[in-house]
Structures are given as C-alpha cells and as structure tokens.
C-alpha cells in the first residue's frame, strides 16, 4: 500500500493511471474507520483496480461549536486497517486547501432541508471537498454509504449536474447488533447511551413501514427523554433523522417498501 500526503503527487499519480486505462475507484472518509467503512472498502475492491481510501477531517463542513476540533482520529489504526483490506493508495492530505482559499461549490437544492437546516454551511463544505478529491484521484466510481443519505443524493447531483465521468455507487448502512448505524462519532457514546440510542433506528424503522410515519416518529422520539430531535423527514422513498443525545449527533434512516 502506498500513503501519499502531497494533494499534486496524489493527483499525478491519478493522471498516470487514467492514460493507463486503469478503473480507479475512491473511498472518501473522514477517517476513525469502523465496520461500516470496511464494507464500503470491502464493495468498491470489487469494483474496479486501483483503489483509493482519502482521510481528510475536512474543516469546512464543520459549523462553529461543532466538533471539528476533537473528532475522532486514529491514523496509525486506519492505516492498519487499509493495509488489511488490500487498500493501494492511502491518500491523507495535511490540507486540501491553500492559505488564501476563495471558491466554493454551491448546491441550491438537495443542500436546504435535513441536515443542511441545522447545520448552515454545512453541505458547502462537503460538496466543495469531494469536488477536490474527484479532481485529485480521477476516479471512475465513487463508493459512499446510504447512512448518509442526503450526502450521497448531493454527490450523485455534483455528478449529473458538472458531468463528472464517474459513477457513485450507494451502499446500503451497516448496524451494530442493536441495529445502530455504524458511525465515527459512536465513539462518543458510554455504553449508556448506546443502549438509549438503539431506540433511534429501531423507533425511525418501524415508522418507515407506516403511511403516516413521519408524524408517528417523531412522537415517539419525543418521548424519550434523552433524544433532542432534530428533524425527521421522508424524503426521495427514504425516512431521514437527526437526533442529539447530550452533545452527540446522531442521524439515520430507512428505505420506505
């Protein structure tokens, strides 16, 4: 496995390969992998040859008072990781943006509900640094979870809207066995609270299957008084939801049959 932390070493590299014909895929996190992750890995190896893992805590889609500063980090343990699960390239800039950085990529529609209420700026962000990762590693499919569902609806706009020659593929979230979506911030969680948080996707699940479970969720969110609800939403056949337990957010949701 090959580590790159140069942006322009990663992106010649990249470039090299595309005159070769090679099929390059892209696994973009954020690092503090987890299982969920391994799948995403585990799907885009089947994909195509070579295969890129980028970790970059990316700053931007950060919000002040968030948690940017003591996010989950463990490079030592990823890259084990990565090494195991036959990764080729582990690309983890320092940073992907230059001092006096000025552009930005604006999506006006996906971004506006859900997360992208609460969380203002927060889809800038993200749109702005997968654009640079697209650009840097020239994959021709990008590998993403639905955990995150509006994040991938964004990407496959990013894709159609700029014809980005490459395809985003979805794939379906991971859980652990009381049915919590893997996610770097779990970590957060005493064991406490991941038993409260198990009520989420097992409450937001059985909702998804209701005509009216939209209103019915978010009751029965309420009751539990831990959770700070924060939207619940279906939207394009899937029931989204974001919660806070303390200072902890949490989001998920289901496919509607």
Not at 96 to 115: A, F, N, P, T
Not at 188 to 209: D, G, M, T, V
Request: net charge neutral; with cysteine.
């Amino acid at each position: 496995m090959i580590e790159i932390f140069s942006p322009s070493e990663m992106q010649s590299l990249a470039l090299q390969w595309k005159i070769q014909g090679k099929a390059t895929v892209l696994v973009p996190t954020m690092g503090a992998l987890h299982k969920g992750h391994l799948c995403l890995i585990e799907k885009a190896r089947k994909l195509g040859d070579p295969l890129v893992v980028s970790i970059y805590v990316n700053p931007t889609q950060f919000g002040p008072g968030e948690d940017y500063q003591v996010y989950p980090r463990n490079y030592e343990k990823d890259r084990l990781l990565c090494r195991e699960q036959g990764v080729d390239v582990l690309f983890a800039p320092p940073s992907l943006y230059h001092e006096e950085h000025s552009s930005w990529v604006v999506e006006e529609k996906i971004s506006l509900g859900r997360c992208g209420r609460s969380r203002p700026g927060h889809f800038k962000g993200v749109a702005t640094v997968l654009m640079k990762l697209f650009w840097l590693v020239q994959p021709s499919k990008a590998v993403f979870g639905w955990k995150d569902a509006q994040q991938l609806e964004l990407v496959q706009r990013l894709a159609r809207d700029f014809y980005l020659p490459m395809e985003v593929i979805g794939v379906e979230t991971v859980r652990d066995e009381n049915g919590l979506a893997y996610s770097s911030r779990n970590a957060y969680l005493n064991e406490e609270q991941k038993r409260i948080a198990s009520q989420f996707p097992r409450i937001l699940k059985e909702a998804a299957s209701m005509p009216e479970g939209e209103a019915w969720a978010k009751k029965e969110l309420e009751k539990i008084p831990c959770f700070k609800l924060d939207y619940v939403e279906k939207v394009n056949g899937r029931l989204c939801a974001a919660l806070w337990i303390d200072k902890i957010r949490l989001i998920d949701n289901f496919p509607c049959p």
